[in-house]
């Protein structure tokens, strides 16, 4: 599935973090503005959105990790003076791995960090259970053997004291828990009007398969009532939320921890006691690959449901944009990989059909174009506007990339001069492209080009960035040309 979200839900979460970002840069951090490689800046981590510096984060969890290991190479490799300081969101912690970094900061005295909780009681689709969890943010910190503080996140005194004291504090790792408000100083009704939702697989149908899908999952949960559904804090992207207003008693919001969210499912799906689907953005289940892969060693039964795949999620930029996904679950056993490019067969995917689809086809055609998600409507584009230069191709949206229909591509390779071109929003690795290739590989006339994402990407436009990678109608236009030349 493939959507872009306009981002709503982070200026409000900048604005709740204003005065400790001024505090600390103004005032309390030691950094060369001008020149940020100089290794005696402190460093920062803003763990809940890409870094300013360093790292790139924006997936949450991860920057306390990181920024231990600074502090630690800080303390113990370069015995430097600077210091790290890390932001973390409140949502943001209840990521297993912001806890295990808080283990190994205390066990290693990582006195030259400060991680910094921005605690404004809200994350990406709602408040968190408890709000303003303060107390217990002190608490869990303090039990990891931290030294804590807690502040007003608004008052700029306070926190150019605490910074300065943390500095003092020996042995111990410090964390400022700040009570903060997200949008606080944003008038409700914004001066700059926010983006909509933008949804740009809609060519089809008028409906984004994501939201297909939480209709689907709302109708099956009519139909079957061992069904249930869980998210990870994203269920007002990933339209999951359309099933819980419908059956809240079957919905489990398991916040921003999508490993357990995945532990959990399996858990509610032994015994065949549920059917569950868990949903998130696809690149967040990457986080869950090891609870996936145990998954099937017990032979679990789960559904997983993986929004914003590709880099035409565009402006939420490249950690947002799942791009190893299918890799990661072609390798998985006993896997079915649904890639529904419309809400039709989204609705259908979610009902478990299986099947390929040959989506054009004529007695006439040169080449075999073999598209799914986004790029199907890419394919098709690229098939008009061949057909308006008497080049007639076919269309394949295999529906499925586990198990692959091999059958229907082999004959319509054959069909068409044993010319396929795979387009996929995702890495050559592992792919679509690499899929088809095992399926023809015992065909010797059959040859497979393959278009797919080539390097790590930015943020941008959609249709911007899916012609920069090469995966648009019209460099399918000019693969095609191509092909029938040599
Ligand atoms: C691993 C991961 N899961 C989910 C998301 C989607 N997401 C982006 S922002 C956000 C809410 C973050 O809330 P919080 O940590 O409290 O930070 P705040 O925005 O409130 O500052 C979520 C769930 C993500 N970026 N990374």
Redesign the pocket.
């Given at each position: 599935m493939t959507c872009v979200m306009s981002a709503f839900?982070?200026p409000?979460?900048c604005s709740?973090?204003a005065e400790i970002m001024s505090v600390l840069f103004f005032y309390t951090m030691r950094y060369k503005q001008l020149e940020p490689e100089n290794p005696d800046n402190d460093r920062f981590v803003v763990s809940?959105r890409l870094s300013i510096v360093d790292v790139a984060t924006?997936?949450?969890?991860q920057g306390l990790g990181v920024a231990c290991g600074m502090a630690y190479t800080g303390k113990y490799f370069d015995t430097a003076s600077y210091r790290v300081f890390c932001l973390?969101?409140?949502?943001?912690?209840l990521?297993g791995s912001v806890w295990e970094a808080l283990a190994f900061a205390s066990h290693y005295s990582l006195d030259n960090l400060v991680a910094i909780f921005?605690v404004?009681r809200?994350?990406?689709?709602g408040s968190?259970p408890p709000e303003h969890s303060i107390d217990i943010c002190q608490k869990r910190c303090e039990a990891f053997g931290w030294n804590t503080y807690v502040v007003d996140g608004r008052d700029v005194e306070v926190l150019c004291q605490v910074f300065w004291q943390a500095a003092q504090v020996k042995k111990k790792p410090t964390a400022v828990i700040a009570k903060t408000f997200?949008g606080r100083g944003v008038p409700s009704k914004p001066a700059f009007p926010f983006l909509p939702a933008v949804v740009t697989d809609a060519r089809l149908q008028d409906v984004a398969t994501r939201k297909a899908c939480g209709l689907a999952l709302a109708r099956l949960g009519h139909i079957n009532d061992r069904v249930v559904v869980l998210d990870?804090?994203?269920k007002n992207?990933t339209f999951s939320e359309i099933f819980k207003k419908e059956h809240p008693e079957r919905f489990i919001e398991c916040f921003?921890a999508?490993q357990n969210m995945v532990s959990v499912a399996l858990g509610c799906a032994t015994h065949g006691r549920t059917i569950a689907f868990a949903s998130?953005?696809a690149a967040?289940l990457t986080?869950a690959f090891d609870q996936i892969r145990m998954g099937t060693m017990s032979q679990a039964n789960i559904n997983l449901v993986g929004s914003h795949c590709g880099v035409s999620v565009g402006e939420d930029g490249p950690?947002?944009m799942a791009l190893e996904d299918l890799a990661m679950f072609r390798a998985v056993p006993h896997c079915t990989i649904f890639y529904p490019s419309d809400a039709v067969s989204t609705e259908h995917a979610v009902f478990l059909a299986a099947d390929t689809k040959v989506i054009r086809q004529s007695a006439s055609d040169k080449v075999t174009v073999i598209g799914a998600g986004i790029t199907l409507p890419e394919a098709l584009a690229a098939a008009d506007d061949l057909s308006k230069q008497d080049i007639s191709i076919r269309v394949i949206d295999p529906f499925t990339v586990k198990p692959l229909d091999a059958a229907t591509i082999i004959a319509s390779a054959k069909a068409t001069g044993g010319r396929i071109i795979t387009v996929e929003d995702h890495y050559p690795e592992g792919g679509i492209g690499e899929a088809v290739c095992a399926a023809v590989s015992m065909e010797p006339d059959i040859l497979v080009h393959q278009l797919a994402v080539s390097g790590v990407p930015r943020s941008g436009q959609p249709s911007e960035l899916l012609d920069v990678f090469g995966i648009s109608a019209r460099h399918i236009v000019v693969a095609v040309k191509c092909i029938l030349m040599n």
């Open positions: 839900s982070h409000t979460a709740s973090s809940k924006g997936w949450l969890g973390l969101g409140d949502s943001e912690s990521e921005d404004n809200l994350g990406h689709g968190l997200k990870g804090d994203t992207s921003i999508e998130t953005f967040f986080r950690s947002q």
